[in-house]
């Protein structure tokens, strides 16, 4: 493991002490804002508003995850609800992002899927693209299950996330080709074992190049989320010298990281988009934002320490 998984690691363990959650809570919220867009959905519509403003487009999250009773599912559903039918009197590109754990995916799959269904039927009508998340290695496996279960109902305005740090995400790729799957690619944010999961950052790196490549080689609409400089100017490379249509992918990037290469890579023409999480179930997000960057720890522990 390098020194990069093994900060890593570090912090999403001590993350899940309880004195620590309490004294974040209590004390972190204001750092918290620099990733989070606020508490309400007015206030993540106004960070849509601020971001198109630089060309950036947004991909809305309503904050929450694992819940535990059919009741706080249904609850989640009615916030997914609520966010698309706001977004209808959005003039921009309207996307939204969803945790099947917050629909209840621990409870039964069939119960995820159904309550995803309601969203998207309220998505379809609003003309708006919904991603499945990703979660822990866990839950995999039911949640491509769900997808494909959906997207083979006809549900075709729905993507999924592969985690380039999961040693399996090379065979799930390949198994979404035929389904002509819009794929996320992303590095990972969990704490993983190294029996499921890379520990050394040249690996997980590698591994998301090769997928960003081969589901564009592929053909399947590719978005390519990171924030590394290198892998970004490699994506970049590689495309040009293949002729590959910009249409065909975009560069996604979490609200409040690297806004100047965001607007950057808006004004060279390519297709950008702001990862927007808002709502009050803020913690577990913003524990794996700090676990991303050491700095942001330094930055977290300022603002207890000052109050």
């Known amino acids: 493991m390098d020194w990069n998984q093994s900060y890593r690691a570090f912090v999403l363990a001590v993350a899940q002490n309880p004195w620590v959650q309490g004294l974040v809570k209590a004390r972190g919220r204001s750092f918290a804002r620099r990733f989070i867009a ?4 007015e206030e993540a519509l106004r960070a849509v508003e601020e971001l198109e403003g630089r060309g950036v487009h947004a991909i809305l999250d309503l904050l929450g995850e694992m819940v535990g009773t059919e009741a706080q599912a249904l609850e989640f559903q009615k916030g997914l609800i609520g966010l698309v039918q706001a977004l209808k009197a959005v003039p921009h590109p309207r996307y ?22 309601g969203v998207l039927a309220e998505a379809e009508e609003a003309g708006c693209f919904v991603r499945i998340d990703m ?9 491509l299950r769900v997808y494909r279960r959906l ?14 740090y999961l040693k399996r995400s090379e065979q ?4 979404l080709v035929p389904l002509g799957t819009p794929v996320r690619i992303v590095k990972g944010a969990y704490k993983e074992p190294p029996q499921v999961a890379f520990q050394e950052k040249r690996l997980v790196d590698a591994q998301f190049l090769w997928l960003c490549k081969r589901a564009l080689e592929r053909g399947l609409p590719t978005a390519i989320a990171t924030h590394d ?13 293949r002729g590959i249509d910009r249409e065909r992918f975009e560069f996604q990037m979490l609200y409040g990281v690297r806004p100047k290469e965001q607007q950057k890579l808006a004004q060279e023409g390519y297709t950008v988009r702001a990862y927007v999480p808002y709502g009050t179930d803020w913690y577990p997000y913003f524990s794996r934002r700090i676990a991303e960057r050491p700095e942001n720890l330094w930055f977290v522990v300022r603002s207890l320490v000052q109050g």
């Open 38 to 41: 606020g508490d309400t959905l």
């Open 96 to 117: 939204i992002s969803v945790k099947l754990t917050q629909l209840g995916l621990d409870i039964s799959e069939d119960l995820a899927a159904s309550l995803l269904e």
């Open 135 to 143: 979660e822990d290695s866990p839950r995999v496996d039911g949640i």
């Open 151 to 164: 997207r083979e109902a006809g549900h075709t305005r729905l993507g999924v996330v592969l985690q380039s």
């Open 172 to 175: 799930d790729l390949e198994a």
């Open 229 to 241: 400089p290198g892998l970004i100017e490699e994506i970049k490379r590689w495309t040009a010298e």
